[in-house]
């Protein structure tokens, strides 16, 4: 991903540790899942980790999805 402009990722979780300035995400990478996988788990920590689950699934409305990356901010 090296050189690679990052897309701009919006988030309304604003407890979240990645979270930026107008709501942007700062996190390296960002891993989404199907909730039928949410309680996987798969650590702490994603944003500059490679993931190790490369499996691939369908989804099919946005509300079956949500997003692992997040992880709370401390304090």
């Known amino acids: 991903m090296a050189n ?13 540790s ?19 996988h949410a ?3 798969l650590g702490d920590e994603f944003a500059g980790e490679d993931f190790v689950n490369n499996h691939q699934d369908k989804a099919s409305t946005s ?6 990356t997040f992880k709370p901010k401390e304090g």
């Not at 690679?4 to 979240?16: D, F, G, I, M, T």
């Not at 509300?63 to 692992?68: I, Q, W, Y």
């Open 39 to 41: 309680k996987v788990k």
């Open 18 to 36: 990645y979270w930026g300035e107008q709501n942007i995400c700062r996190a390296d990478m960002i891993m989404i899942e199907i909730d039928r």
């Open 63 to 68: 509300s079956a999805t949500c997003c692992l």
């Open 4 to 16: 690679e402009a990052r897309p701009y990722v919006k988030c309304s979780v604003s407890n979240c």
